[in-house]
């Protein structure tokens, strides 16, 4: 067999998001058409484990990184552990899902100076938004080209700087960099080395995925060539499509809305918490199935407790990757109120896998799959008074329940998905 080695941000058993999910759906389906496949991720604690018949490279990373390597130029010491599990397992294909200070160019160009073709699949805006969700001061869509002087601008307004004062301290940062070394006051130069290292990343790829069109719009206004591009659409795990059982059906109680994802403001939490407020006469159950990171995010845990006030919100442990389906199923409908652009996200695909409609923001890849009105509702990402008149429409209209749960079809599987990666990856090796 050909070997492939992935890259995501993290592996299991830690808290995971969709690009691990995806990833590990991807490594199940390769052993038919060939491939073996193993995972390298920088960790806490180094070390190599066997999970799920997969061997895991776990390259420790340091406790803090440095301003350097946080904005572009790498962290050294997981950049050799790297260049160390490469020159033992000599994979014939490098399958990057993550780029961030660990995962970097140093990665990279460990990998193409070896002679190996790498792949790099866009899952998250993070790669080139240092805001982390492609949403331009925080509320529109952004073209998603970097340019290091207004992102200077536009990632100091995201750490809480006022819109005036962000333009401020960016032009004045070639300046002020010289007196402090306080991002603030370095902003448009650190973004700009970042900038250079992102592009540099997009550059060395043999290959680069796009889960979607406005991801793969994206790689193209950041140099990405026609060669390079392909796009292959996000994919569901056949074993969770297996696990799928009957969806609800309509009854006389309390229409059941359900919320899947982690406890992280650009899912999104807050606009339904608000949308509720709004609708405090409305006869429904919203249960929330939470991922939380270790560090909870500043606010979070006053959303928490607003929610757990209402006595209409449910709050519930995460649900495990291969039951989320079957659980779906036993609800109306799954809520995905994204605040920033996401190339998926992958709980879009379990929902139509299980039979249900998405009340979605009507945002990035969101948008792409959700069409409004024939398997769900699309309402604007952040306004909490258009998604209350969403929930209240889709609480209290049965045949428009029964009419969006006739629209949907099964999703793709990550099958297909095997099958666009495998003649990828032997392209790359002829």
């Given amino acids: 067999m050909k070997r492939v080695l992935h890259i995501p941000f993290t592996w299991f058993p830690a808290a995971c998001g969709g690009t691990e999910v995806y990833v590990r759906g991807l490594i199940r389906e390769l052993p038919s058409l060939g491939w073996s496949s193993q995972v390298a991720v920088p960790a806490e604690d180094g070390g190599k484990d066997v999970l799920d018949g997969v061997l895991v490279h776990r390259i420790q990373m340091p406790e803090k990184l440095t301003q350097a390597a946080l904005y572009g130029a790498g962290e050294v010491q997981t950049a050799r552990g790297f260049a160390e599990v490469l020159d033992a397992e000599k994979p014939d294909v490098v399958h990057f899902h993550a780029y961030s200070p660990a995962v970097s160019v140093l990665w990279l160009e460990a990998a193409r100076q070896r002679g190996l073709p790498c792949v790099y699949t866009y899952?998250?805006?993070?790669?080139?938004?240092?805001?982390?969700t492609l949403m331009r001061w925080g509320h529109t869509p952004c073209d998603g080209e970097m340019r290091p002087l207004r992102c200077s601008a536009c990632m100091l307004h995201g750490l809480g700087v006022g819109s005036?004062?962000?333009?401020?301290?960016?032009?004045?940062?070639?300046?002020?960099?010289?007196?402090?070394g306080r991002v603030p006051f370095?902003?448009?130069?650190?973004?700009?080395?970042?900038?250079?290292?992102?592009?540099?990343?997009l550059a060395g790829q043999s290959r680069v995925i796009g889960l979607c069109r406005w991801g793969g719009e994206v790689m193209r206004r950041n140099g990405v060539t026609a060669e390079q591009?392909?796009?292959?659409?996000?994919?569901?795990?056949?074993?969770?499509?297996e696990a799928a059982g009957?969806?609800?059906k309509d009854s006389k109680g309390s229409v059941k809305i359900g919320f899947f994802g982690r406890l992280d403001?650009?899912?999104?939490?807050?606009?339904?918490?608000?949308?509720?407020?709004?609708?405090?006469?409305?006869?429904?159950?919203l249960h929330c199935h939470l991922v939380r990171e270790k560090d909870i995010q500043a606010g979070m845990q006053d959303l928490?407790?607003?929610?757990?006030?209402?006595?209409?919100?449910?709050?519930?442990?995460?649900?495990?990757?291969?039951?989320?389906?079957q659980t779906m199923a036993g609800y109306d409908a799954v809520a995905v109120p994204s605040t920033g652009l996401e190339t998926g996200p992958l709980v879009m695909l379990e929902a139509f896998a299980a039979?249900?409609?998405?009340?979605?923001?009507?945002?990035?890849?969101?948008?792409?799959?959700?069409?409004?009105?024939?398997?769900?509702?699309?309402?604007?990402?952040?306004d909490a008074v258009a998604w209350a008149e969403t929930l209240r429409r889709f609480t209290q209209d049965s045949s428009l329940r029964e009419r969006l749960r006739a629209g949907i079809k099964p999703p793709p599987t990550m099958t297909d998905v095997a099958r666009k990666m495998d003649e990828i990856y032997r392209e790359l090796l002829c």
Avoid: Y
């Fill in 123 to 132: 899952h998250t805006p993070t790669m080139t938004c240092m805001r982390g």
């Fill in 265 to 285: 403001a650009v899912k999104g939490l807050h606009v339904l918490a608000a949308a509720l407020r709004h609708a405090a006469d409305l006869r429904l159950e």
């Fill in 304 to 325: 928490l407790n607003m929610l757990m006030a209402d006595a209409r919100v449910r709050i519930h442990l995460p649900v495990s990757p291969d039951e989320v389906v």
């Fill in 229 to 241: 591009l392909r796009i292959v659409r996000h994919g569901l795990a056949v074993k969770a499509c």
């Fill in 246 to 248: 009957s969806p609800r």
């Fill in 186 to 201: 370095r902003a448009w130069p650190l973004v700009r080395r970042r900038t250079e290292a992102a592009l540099r990343w």
């Fill in 164 to 180: 005036a004062a962000s333009w401020a301290l960016t032009l004045s940062s070639p300046v002020m960099q010289h007196v402090s």
């Fill in 355 to 382: 039979g249900v409609p998405v009340l979605g923001s009507d945002l990035g890849g969101i948008a792409e799959w959700v069409t409004h009105e024939e398997n769900g509702l699309l309402a604007p990402a952040g």
